[in-house]
């Protein structure tokens, strides 16, 4: 009786475990082909001797080429050697290594100009060791947010004590080693011996890290929520991709190796691992995505980028993926007519021709290979036609972020292009007075945007909320990329440095802007790699977070988080509000993931690397008492996400009538926000009234009045009247302090 009872649960087990391997399975062959596709991609990557971000081969090669050298003939290849260990992870071996050439050299009895540097990879080494033991296996929520503090400072000390130890060697043996001087104030703050401890001589005095003023910490909860996924640099997206009103969440990852996931919010707190379910399992790739309904059904579409920075290693598709509505994605590259081999990062959508579709810009990495730049005009029948040289946007560059925006409020989308190592390009839509044919017209010297030369995040916002869009490109100059870590230490120290800064453009309303970058407070050097902006506080203004980094190891400098000051200039808040995360930072998206009013912040952080993965991040906002206002928008004519309209607010506060304005799209490079409209109305008594201005071929407007303070609404083109929204206020998971 007994056998046959355990018998009938195994069968049911058995029975359970089949079905629920065969739903997680279940792909369109669409989806299959480009997941077949890309594993066999990442297969010969790893077989390739030169693959920059697989190290197996380099490292085999490089142990041939030392094999049988005596100790004197090694130098050189020894530190090639090392260098790639630390890639690859294997941090003990590095130690080894270097230990034993240094003993049997004797050059192990103190730091000198003949073994100084293998003294900077054993420190990094060791400060790595300290990483991987307690950063990544013994993870918390305040895990390399700088300054260590709480449950931030390691737990297993020994080897970042290890790596306190050469670095205050290398410092007493070059004193102006600026990079010698971050790691060292860094493993201070492991230990939990900063300031009080650390070498004068060297220190990085705390009050460089102050913020510029009092600003309540954001927690991070992605690992209660279950959404601290580890893994390279990449983009991530906050949508409601299921249509139950909550945000969702998706990530993708450059590497090949790494799968994108799919978070869908549980309404309970936390987030569940839908990617299997989903249909996308093993959908690797992609350093960029952006989230948009490309077919107006009503359902949230992904389109993924892939190949950025790989050179002739990213000759790889982009991925359309199609919501099917019923929880399931499907790649439709082929079929839509997007399927290209070519390096890209940056796409941005947009309806160029207002015909009620949304078009795309891929933007591509071109070099000796030449691969231009493409626009593809949606067809509104599931497929796309490819237009650039047609309508003048034939491009040769090397693309880093490419953003719409409306410079001139014609409603016309116009385009700007980051470009690395080049002049930045900003063209302008036009409409021909005799033909009425639509074109983009080039016009980047007399607009004043060329700068900065070498560039890469960008965006269009209002930054000063006076109803014309400004523009945001950040400097990123990484030529001399072992040195950022220098670099920044000298700027903490306010010594001189060199490097490319951000700009910001004020918008003069004659299709020209002005350089505000040093009147504003931005001339900092932030070496940003991806970023967005949203209302921190909303108070109206809205504020950016800048993810840093560079593909080197050792590039560990702070994300950072600035707040707009009514229009007027940027203070820094990452101290205070607990943003200044080392790791490289990427996809940063901001959403109301609670449905609380304010905006929370979730992001994609690693690095390139093979060892250089970590923990994204979500930041829970924790309220500042001001009003707002959330705009679901609908189009009917307009495209069915209203990417491109525009939301003007009018509303008393403090007995003066101010307006705020709101562009709808996904924000900025390398993170899409969430297309539903979530306003700032600061201390706002009532609302006067919301204008909608519609991205539509007969540029319709449509006023609502008598909308409430802290209210969801629903607008639907057309509709007289604004539907409210009831959605649930969630309780996110806490991590115990």
């Not at 945000?247 to 990852?253: E, N, V, Y």
């Not at 070099?367 to 946007?393: I, M």
Request: net charge negative; hydrophobic share 35%; charged share 20%.
């Amino acid at each position: 009786m007994i056998r046959a009872i355990l018998k009938c649960i195994l069968g049911i087990i058995l029975m359970l475990s089949f079905a629920r391997c065969q739903f997680q399975t279940k792909q369109s062959p669409g989806t299959k082909a480009m997941v077949e596709y890309l594993a066999s991609k990442a297969d010969s990557a790893r077989q390739a001797t030169s693959y920059p971000y697989f190290t197996d081969k380099m490292l085999r090669r490089l142990q041939v080429s030392l094999k049988g050298l005596p100790p004197s003939m090694k130098a050189g290849k020894l530190l090639d050697y090392a260098l790639v260990l630390i890639l690859k992870g294997d941090n003990e071996t590095c130690i080894q290594e270097i230990e034993t050439y240094l003993t049997q050299t004797a050059n192990n009895n103190g730091i000198n100009a003949r073994n100084d540097r293998f003294y900077k990879i054993l420190a990094l080494a060791h400060l790595r060791r300290a990483e991987q033991d307690n950063c990544i296996h013994h993870h918390s929520s305040r895990s390399c947010i700088v300054p260590l503090s709480k449950d931030g400072i390691h737990q297993q000390q020994e080897p970042a004590e290890t790596a306190k130890k050469y670095y205050e060697q290398l410092l007493q043996y070059d004193a102006t080693d600026y990079q010698s001087w971050w790691f060292y104030n860094l493993t201070h703050m492991a230990t939990g011996t900063y300031p009080q401890a650390v070498n004068p001589d060297f220190l990085i005095p705390p009050t460089a890290f102050a913020s510029d003023l009092d600003f309540p910490e954001f927690k991070n909860v992605a690992n209660a929520c279950g959404v601290a996924t580890r893994n390279h640099a990449g983009g991530s997206s906050l949508a409601d991709f299921n249509n139950d009103g909550l945000l969702d969440i998706f990530t993708s990852s450059y590497s090949l190796a790494d799968p994108a996931h799919l978070y869908l919010n549980d309404g309970k707190g936390g987030f569940t691992d839908a990617t299997a379910a989903a249909g996308i399992a093993n959908l690797t790739g992609g350093l960029n995505h952006v989230h948009a309904d490309f077919n107006n059904d009503g359902w949230i579409d992904i389109f993924i980028a892939r190949g950025a920075w790989l050179s002739n290693y990213g000759h790889l598709p982009n991925s359309l993926l199609i919501n099917t509505g019923d929880g399931h994605f499907e790649d439709r590259t082929e079929e839509a007519g997007l399927l290209r081999y070519k390096p890209t990062g940056a796409v941005a959508v947009a309806d160029i021709d207002l015909d009620g579709d949304l078009d795309i810009f891929v933007g591509n990495e071109s070099t000796r290979d030449r691969n231009a730049s493409e626009l593809y005009l949606n067809q509104g029948n599931g497929h796309f036609e490819e237009v650039a040289k047609a309508w003048g946007l034939q491009l040769f560059t090397y693309v880093k972020a490419a953003v719409w925006g409306d410079i001139n409020n014609d409603q016309l989308p116009d385009l700007f292009v980051s470009n690395y190592g080049q002049k930045n390009i900003l063209f302008v839509s036009r409409i021909d007075s005799q033909t009425q044919q639509q074109y983009f017209e080039e016009i980047t010297v007399t607009s004043n945007v060329a700068e900065p030369r070498f560039s890469f995040t960008s965006w269009f916002w209002d930054y000063n909320q006076d109803g014309w869009q400004d523009l945001l490109v950040f400097g990123y100059d990484n030529r001399q990329a072992p040195l950022i870590s220098a670099t920044i230490t000298k700027e903490l120290l306010d010594l001189p440095t060199k490097g490319e800064y951000p700009r910001l453009y004020l918008n003069q309303q004659t299709e020209s802007f002005q350089d505000v970058t040093a009147k504003t407070g931005l001339k900092k050097l932030l070496y940003t790699m991806g970023g967005n902006f949203g209302d921190l506080d909303n108070d109206g203004y809205p504020d950016f977070y800048a993810g840093t980094g560079e593909f080197n190891i050792w590039a560990t400098i702070p994300n950072k988080m600035y707040r707009n000051a009514a229009g007027q200039f940027f203070q820094d808040v990452t101290t205070a509000g607990g943003f200044g995360q080392i790791q490289k930072g990427h996809g940063v998206a901001f959403g109301d993931i609670d449905n609380d009013g304010d905006q929370d912040i979730y992001h994609q952080v690693g690095g390139a690397v093979e060892s250089d993965v970590f923990h994204n991040m979500l930041f829970e906002n924790p309220g500042f008492k001001n009003h707002w206002i959330k705009i679901r928008l609908q189009g009917t004519t307009a495209n069915r996400s209203a990417i491109g309209a525009k939301i003007e607010i009018q509303v008393l506060e403090q007995g003066d009538t101010t307006r705020h304005f709101h562009w709808v799209n996904t924000g900025g490079s390398f993170g899409a926000n969430s297309l539903i409209s979530e306003i700032g109305l600061g201390k706002a008594t009532t609302i006067d009234y919301v204008k909608i201005y519609w991205p539509n071929k007969n540029k319709t407007t449509q006023v609502f009045r008598n909308l409430a303070l802290d209210q969801n609404y629903e607008i639907v083109e057309g509709k007289a009247n604004a539907k409210v929204l009831q959605l649930p206020l969630i309780l996110l998971h806490q991590n115990p302090e």
